[in-house]
DNA sequence: CCGCATATTGACGCATCAGTCAACCACCGG
DNA sequence: CCGGTGGTTGACTGATGCGTCAATATGCGG
């Protein structure tokens, strides 16, 4: 080896500049030159790591996809009780902090690129499915609890999430009707008749 | 006059090639000579009903809008009860028939594409609105007639729209987990414990 | 049947980028 | 200090596709 590798860290910093910029701008205007200067580096390098576009955009979404999961882990472990664990849950996806309303932005792009693209179908089965198992555990424990009411868990949680989603995406459109406050109290009136 | 204007019905023949052309491929895919093929008339014809590409898609999200609405009234007369009509409205947007399907799709590329674009926002804002003016409602009528459980009317359609658009975008994007009976199961269970 | 407004066409010009490439640089081991 | 691997660069090329345009067609009124 004539040099310590420094392909792991430069693959994330282009990474993620990749997410700021489709964040920003979007993937159908995102040009590898634009990731290439947020990133402070040039075309060539970025296709020294990534051979194609598609290549760089799949990583993006991918690391965006973790880096969400890994985001919330402390999350999960910190609240003893199933119900202050499904607010805490539901209140980080809130879009309200810069790096959450990104999160969201990049998997809005995914969600309708991958309307065209099997793989990226497969991503994203991945994504929803870790969601609902996450936010169907949390469900059932709040049953054995005797803090939820009874239902099918996975059901319960497949409600929760589409609602998320199709909220977060309003709020993320600068609807006059619907802000994250709107949003945090359709998500507390829910939570609460899951409750009662 | 010289001659009987053929203007409106070209037009739309060339928006709804655009929708199908959309649906079909996405937006970012989409190419004027797609769209020219699909309506069986040639680029520069296109190019005489919408100076660029950017309007004619702007015209086709609208159409597609309404459309929608267009599609929905009747149905909305049709039943006499607000039980009825609720379950009715909500199972219109199940993404069953192609019609459907194909509106979905283009809703989905109007979502992402108006994250950066503020006169979609706009037209997203008419849409979104219309849709809650509508939901909410059904729901007050429900709740006069007794049928609904009390609540305000609106916190609950944001709550069931975003639910629907959720599940619906899960549905399209092909998820194993996620498919339209099962969509159907989570909005019949949704609206059940609206009715209790 | 002529004149004119409306409508249609597709080849072309021009700008935009993804991806390539040849030159060059940085670092480490020997 | 030299050789080699790993890393970086940005000018360039080839392809692509939007929008223009000049030529042409179509139908109606007079």
């Not at 059932?140 to 589409?162: S, T």
Request: charged share 25%.
């Amino acid at each position: 080896m004539a040099r310590t590798s420094v392909e792991a860290e430069r693959r994330e910093q282009i990474i993620q500049a990749a997410c700021e910029v489709v964040s920003e701008i979007g993937f159908k205007s995102l040009r590898v030159a634009d990731v290439a200067k947020r990133a402070q580096t040039s075309t060539g390098t970025v296709h020294y790591y990534f051979d194609t576009k598609r290549d760089l955009m799949h990583a993006a979404f991918e690391w965006n996809f973790n880096q969400s999961l890994e985001r919330r882990r402390p999350l999960l472990e910190s609240h003893a009780e199933p119900r202050d664990r499904l607010r805490a849950f539901v209140d980080s996806y809130l879009p309200r902090d810069p790096v959450t309303v990104t999160a969201w932005h990049v998997w809005a792009e995914l969600w309708v690129e991958a309307l065209h693209e099997p793989d990226l179908q497969e991503l994203n089965e991945n994504v929803y499915g870790e969601w609902r198992r996450v936010m169907a555990a949390i469900i059932r424990d709040g049953q054995d609890a005797g803090q939820f009411r009874d239902g099918d868990p996975v059901l319960l949680a497949n409600a929760l999430i589409g609602m998320i989603d199709g909220l977060a995406l309003q709020v993320l459109l600068a609807s006059h009707s619907m802000n994250v406050d709107r949003m945090k109290a359709v998500c507390d009136h829910v939570i609460a008749a899951l409750e009662s």
